[in-house]
């Protein structure tokens, strides 16, 4: 099991950045993959990026030159710098972490952009 904690959304102007991070309760190296997703107002959940224990990334196209992921080992700690951030970003974003068949969810932090 794994317990995480989502931090570092808020209210931000279009064109701003904000780094969000994921807090693992475990070493994030003996952790398959972690994903971000967000989700807006009346929308269904979407995929954001992953990363995986190998340091290997994926980024949505739609997002990818905008949105990068890492991760600190040290800090069991994934991160979600966000660059430009548009209207369209407004969504709670979540963490989740696949350890074998199972999938753990953060609480999720609200991400905000409005002038």
């Known amino acids: 099991q794994v317990q995480l904690v989502e931090s570092g959304g808020g209210l931000v102007q279009p064109g701003g950045s904000l780094r969000l991070s994921c807090a693992a309760s475990?070493?994030?190296?003996?952790?398959?993959?972690i994903n971000w997703y967000r989700q807006a107002p009346g929308k269904e959940r979407e995929w954001v990026a992953w990363?995986?224990?190998?340091?290997?990334?994926s980024i949505a196209a739609s997002v990818k030159d905008r949105l990068t992921i890492s991760r600190d080992s040290a800090k069991n700690t994934v991160y979600l710098q966000m660059n430009n951030l548009k209207p369209e970003d407004t969504a709670i974003y979540y963490c989740?972490?696949?350890?074998?068949?199972?999938?753990?969810w953060g609480q999720g932090t609200q991400v905000t952009v409005s002038s």
């Open positions: 990363i995986s224990n190998g340091r290997t990334t």
């Open positions: 989740k972490a696949s350890i074998g068949a199972n999938n753990y």
């Open positions: 475990r070493s994030i190296t003996s952790i398959g993959t």
